[in-house]
C-alpha cells in the first residue's frame, strides 16, 4: 500500500532492511480520552474507522461490543479490499460510505485531520467529530480507553480489565506482541530467509509458552476475560484459515493446541465477540490485497473443516457488491530543469545527483556521525523509507529516491524536508 508524504499519498516509497526483516511502523496519533483533557467522555462524539479483517481494528470492535458502547461510538467499515490506494470506503456488503466527510479513502479522513501529515494510514482510526481531529490510530490505547474512560462514563459494569491486573495484563501483551500479533506479519513479509526463520522460530515458542499457561484455565490473566485475550483472540481467529499458508506460518495449526483452541472457542461462542467476526472479508482482505504474496489474487477455498461456528460459514466469498474499488489522481509527476532548480532553493543543503537528492554532513569525529545517522534511520522507519546512508569517519551522505522512474517529483523534496525536520 501507498502512504502520505507532507500531505501527499504516494505508492511508488519502498521500505527496505538490510536484515530482510518486516518492521511495523509507529502510530501517529496517541491522544486519550480523559475526563478533565480536550477529549472528554461523551455520548454520540466518538467515531471509529475500522475494517473486519484488520486484527488491530478488530480488537477495538470487540472491546466496543463487549462494554455496550455500541449506542455511544459510531462505526464505519471500509471496504475489505485494500489496493496502492489504500483502505476505501464502499457500499459491498458489510461495508460503509463515510457519513461524516463523505471521504472515498480512508487517506481523506486522516488529510482532514492534518493537511501535511506524513504517516501511514491504517486501521483502526478514532475520530472526534466534535474539533474535527484523530484521537487516536493505535488499537490498545483505544482498546484502553474505552475500557477506563468511555464505558464507565456512558455505561457502568465491569471492565475488561481491572486495575489489580492491568500490570500483568500488559506485561503479558508486551510479550506477545512482536512474537506473535506481529510475528505472523514478520513471517509473511520477510524478505530474507534468516529474517523469516528467526520470526517463524520465535512465533512458536510463544505460542508453545501460551498454550502451557492456558492449561487448566479459561482466560490468560485472572479469572475473567481481559484484554490479553482479546489481543491474542483475532491473532489465533485468522491463523488456521489465513496465516498457516499465506504468510508461511505452516509449523501447526492452532487446532493442534489444545488450550489456545479452547480460548478461541470460548470467545466466540460470545454473542457480543461472534458478532464482529466476519471471515469473507478477512480472506477477502488478505488474498487479494497482498499481490506481492499472491500475484493472481487467488480467494481459496478452504479450510473446509476450520470452526463449525456459524459466523466462520455465515457469509461468502468474495465479499458481495462490485469490488472494483476507485481510482484517485495518479502518481505525482516529472518535475522538469527549471521546477528542479526552483525546489532546489527551498532546500538548500540538498543537491541533485541524477536521479537523487543528496545531503552531505561532516562531522569532528566518528561517535557523532554515527550518532546522527542513528537519529536519521529512527525518523526513516516513521516515514517507512529508507535513504541510502554512506558512512565515514567524520561524514555522512544521505541519497533519497522514492521511485525507479528516472527523475526527481515533489515526493522527493517532501521527504527531504521530512528527514530535515528531524
Known amino acids: 500500500m501507498g502512504k502520505l508524504v507532507d500531505g501527499r499519498w504516494t505508492t511508488r516509497l519502498w521500505s527496505r532492511s538490510a536484515s530482510g526483516a518486516f518492521e511495523r511502523s509507529a502510530s501517529v496519533f496517541r491522544e486519550a480520552i480523559t475526563a478533565d483533557g480536550p477529549f472528554r467522555p461523551e455520548s454520540g462524539r466518538y467515531h471509529l474507522y475500522v475494517s473486519y479483517a484488520c486484527p488491530w481494528a478488530h480488537r477495538t470492535l470487540i472491546a466496543r461490543s463487549l462494554l455496550g458502547l455500541e449506542p455511544h461510538v459510531g462505526v464505519t467499515v471500509v471496504d475489505p479490499f485494500m489496493t496502492d490506494e489504500g483502505w476505501h470506503f464502499s457500499t459491498r456488503d458489510g461495508c460503509d460510505l463515510d457519513p461524516h466527510l463523505g471521504a472515498r479513502f480512508l487517506r481523506d479522513v486522516y488529510l482532514a485531520a492534518d493537511p501535511r501529515l506524513t504517516s501511514r494510514v491504517t486501521v483502526p482510526v478514532l475520530w472526534d467529530l466534535k474539533t474535527g481531529r484523530i484521537v487516536s490510530n493505535e488499537s490498545a490505547e483505544i482498546v484502553r480507553m474505552f475500557d477506563r474512560a468511555l464505558a464507565p462514563a456512558l455505561v457502568g459494569g465491569t471492565t475488561l480489565t481491572p486495575l489489580a491486573l492491568q500490570e500483568e495484563v500488559d506485561a503479558l501483551t508486551r510479550r506477545f506482541y512482536n512474537r506473535v500479533n506481529n510475528g505472523v506479519y514478520r513471517c509473511g513479509f520477510a524478505t530474507s530467509q534468516g529474517a523469516y526463520e528467526r520470526a517463524f522460530a520465535e512465533l512458536f515458542d510463544e505460542l508453545d509458552r501460551l498454550d502451557r499457561e492456558l492449561e487448566g484455565k479459561h482466560w490468560l490473566v485472572g479469572d475473567q476475560l481481559t484484554d490479553a485475550d482479546i489481543f491474542l483472540f483475532t491473532t ?15 509449523g501447526r495449526h492452532i487446532t493442534e493446541y489444545a488450550n489456545l483452541q479452547g480460548l478461541l472457542e470460548r470467545m466466540l461462542a460470545m454473542p457480543e465477540v461472534a458478532s464482529t467476526v466476519r471471515m469473507d472479508h478477512i480472506h477477502e482482505h488478505y ?7 499472491n500475484p493472481h489474487r487467488i480467494l481459496p477455498r478452504g479450510p473446509l473443516d476450520h470452526l463449525s461456528h456459524p459466523m466462520l460459514t455465515a457469509h461468502p466469498t468474495p465479499v458481495p457488491g462490485d469490488a472494483e474499488p476507485p481510482r484517485a489522481v495518479a502518481d505525482t509527476t516529472l518535475l522538469d530543469d527549471d521546477a528542479i532548480r526552483a525546489k532546489l532553493a527551498e532546500v538548500p543543503e540538498w543537491s541533485r545527483d541524477g536521479d537523487h537528492l543528496v545531503r552531505e554532513l561532516s562531522f569532528p569525529d566518528f561517535a557523532q556521525a554515527y550518532a546522527f545517522v542513528q537519529h536519521v534511520a529512527a525518523r526513516a522507519e516513521v516515514l517507512n523509507h529508507h535513504p541510502d546512508i554512506e558512512l565515514g569517519w567524520g561524514r555522512v551522505k544521505l541519497a533519497v529516491t522514492t521511485h525507479d522512474s528516472g527523475g526527481l517529483t515533489d515526493l522527493d523534496f517532501a521527504l527531504a524536508r521530512a528527514i530535515d525536520a528531524a
Open 236 to 250: 489465533l481467529l485468522r491463523f488456521d484459515p489465513v496465516y498457516y499458508l499465506h504468510f508461511k506460518c505452516n
Open 287 to 293: 488474498h487479494r490485497s497482498h499481490e506481492s504474496l
